[in-house]
């Protein structure tokens, strides 16, 4: 196999707008510390909330408080909500890519939050 069209593909991925934004975003925001580790908090919460969801479970009440508490401080922070949204916008650009890479070799495969 050749793999030329597979290197400008990540060259595509790397030159487009949703790539760009979230890594100009991501170092300023990332760079300081308390809202690092908020949005870790935030992504852990998140993850421990859809593990719940996905196995028929109700999420923890505590859990989904403090989930909702840090996503309105992080949210109410213009450049942080810039960053989660970019974020997003570049997983569903990976997402839709993934889709149309399985697709092409007709097999079924799904990775959690991935899924368009």
Request: glycine letters at 4%; aromatic letters at 8%; zero cysteines.
């Amino acid at each position: 196999m050749d793999y030329s069209s597979t290197y400008r593909l990540a060259q595509d991925i790397r030159e487009s707008e949703e790539y760009k934004t979230y890594h100009e975003l991501k170092d300023s925001v990332m760079g300081d510390e308390t809202t690092a580790a908020l949005i870790r908090e935030y992504r852990k919460l998140q993850m421990t909330i859809q593990m719940a969801a996905v196995s028929g479970q109700a999420a923890d009440a505590e859990d989904m408080q403090r989930f909702s508490g840090i996503s309105t401080l992080l949210f109410s922070k213009q450049e942080v909500s810039n960053y989660l949204l970019a974020e997003m916008r570049l997983q569903q650009m990976m997402a839709d890519i993934f889709k149309i890479v399985t697709e092409a070799a007709d097999v079924d495969i799904s990775i959690p939050g991935l899924e368009g």
